[in-house]
T-cell receptor, first 114, second 110 residues
Framework: DAGVIQSPRHEVTEMGQEVTLRCKPISGHDYLFWYRQTMMRGLELLIYFNNNVPIDDSGMPEDRFSAKMPNASFSTLKIQPSEPRDSAVYFC????????????FGEGSRLTVL | QQPVQSPQAVILREGEDAVINCSSSKALYSVHWYRQKHGEAPVFLMILLKGGEQKGHDKISASFNEKKQQSSLYLTASQLSYSGTYFCGTEAGGYQKVTFGTGTKLQVIP
């Protein structure tokens, strides 16, 4: 089975540009999480969805960040406008809805904002 | 709120043991442990549920003391392949979101 798929793997953009990161969770997984990883702050939870509905977006840094999950097989994380401090690796992860269980991470999207 | 991990970094020689600690200010339902190699995604090691559970995975084991809201990861007879950053992830208030600590960088040298 395919794992969690993220795209793009690498993105270099200039400050002020819009960035869209994409994620396809594992089929049948009810939960989807977006994390941001930096050296200083480790793995930060940005937002998570259950059955395509956003449950907790308290980790989203500011209004420049938005996330959607239009269906069970696709989610996007958008940054508009991007800033250099947004440079990080963004991970998407999914899990089943049956009790506690492991998170399956995608390979991550490395974002560099110049 | 992120759980707190200690130490932040540790260097071991092959065959030595290490303990990584994770503590939270919240009542926990579960604790996850993951290992991340440089440039790769975190990989699941184990999950511990409330109830004072202990688990083992080869020579890596962990304990969970729910009263103290703490978990510890034990690596015995370390191997070069154990090198990486270890993250604990905690679930509070039900089995939903997993919040990670800042990680412990472990390096095993020959």
């Amino acid at each position: 089975d395919a794992g969690v798929i993220q795209s793009p793997r690498h993105e270099v953009t200039e400050m002020g540009q819009e960035v869209t990161l994409r994620c396809k969770p594992i089929s049948g997984h009810d939960y989807l999480f977006w994390y941001r990883q930096t050296m200083m702050r480790g793995l930060e939870l940005l937002i998570y969805f259950n059955n395509n509905v956003p449950i907790d977006d308290s980790g989203m840094p500011e209004d420049r960040f938005s996330a959607k999950m239009p269906n069970a097989s696709f989610s996007t994380l958008k940054i508009q406008p991007s800033e250099p401090r947004d440079s990080a690796v963004y991970f998407c992860a999914s899990r089943t809805g049956y009790g506690p269980g492991e998170l399956f991470f995608g390979e991550g999207s490395r974002l560099t904002v110049l | 709120q992120q759980p707190v991990q200690s130490p932040q970094a540790v260097i071991l020689r092959e065959g030595e043991d290490a303990v990584i600690n994770c503590s939270s200010s919240k009542a926990l339902y579960s604790v996850h442990w993951y290992r991340q190699k440089h440039g790769e995604a975190p990989v699941f090691l184990m999950i511990l549920l409330k109830g004072g559970e202990q688990k083992g995975h080869d020579k890596i084991s962990a304990s969970f003391n729910e009263k103290k809201q703490q978990s510890s990861l034990y690596l015995t007879a370390s191997q070069l392949s154990y090198s990486g950053t270890y993250f604990c992830g905690t679930e509070a208030g039900g089995y939903q979101k997993v919040t990670f600590g800042t990680g412990t960088k472990l390096q095993v040298i020959p």
